[in-house]
């Protein structure tokens, strides 16, 4: 499965985007899925990450209550809708999931295929 994020874009503090990645084939409720985002100079990091089959969802302190993680099966995409953006969420932000079954920690070693990356830049 190959997967393709789209969404990124320049916008004001206080705005919002919604994310989304689509899958080229298919990604099962028992399967992890996540959004990861890399700032320049900065380690890969977990935004966050949600296994259906289990109700698994965590997000990293620093966007809970303003992300929002959620997937459409029927159309093979996982979304993360971004509110309230903050400077410091500018990143590229990577969709992954795992070849089999959930996750830990949402950290990246534990996902094994990587969309491409979509560039997020909150500016004023």
């Known amino acids: 499965v190959q997967l393709q994020a789209s969404g990124g874009g320049l916008v004001q503090p206080g705005g919002s985007l919604r994310l989304s990645c689509t899958a080229s084939?298919?990604?099962?409720?028992?399967?992890?899925v996540g959004w990861f985002r890399q700032a320049p100079g900065k380690e890969r990091e977990g935004v966050s990450c949600m296994t259906s089959s289990d109700g698994r969802i965590s997000y990293a302190d620093s966007v809970k209550g303003r992300f929002t993680i959620s997937r459409d099966n029927a159309a093979k995409t996982v979304y993360l809708q971004m509110n309230n953006l903050k400077p410091e969420d500018t990143a590229v932000y990577y969709c992954?999931?795992?070849?089999?079954?959930?996750?830990?920690?949402?950290?990246?070693?534990?996902?094994?295929?990587w969309g491409q990356g979509t560039l997020v830049t909150v500016s004023s």
């Open positions: 992954a999931t795992v070849r089999r079954g959930t996750y830990y920690y949402c950290k990246t070693y534990e996902f094994g295929v």
């Open positions: 084939g298919f990604i099962s409720d028992a399967q992890a």
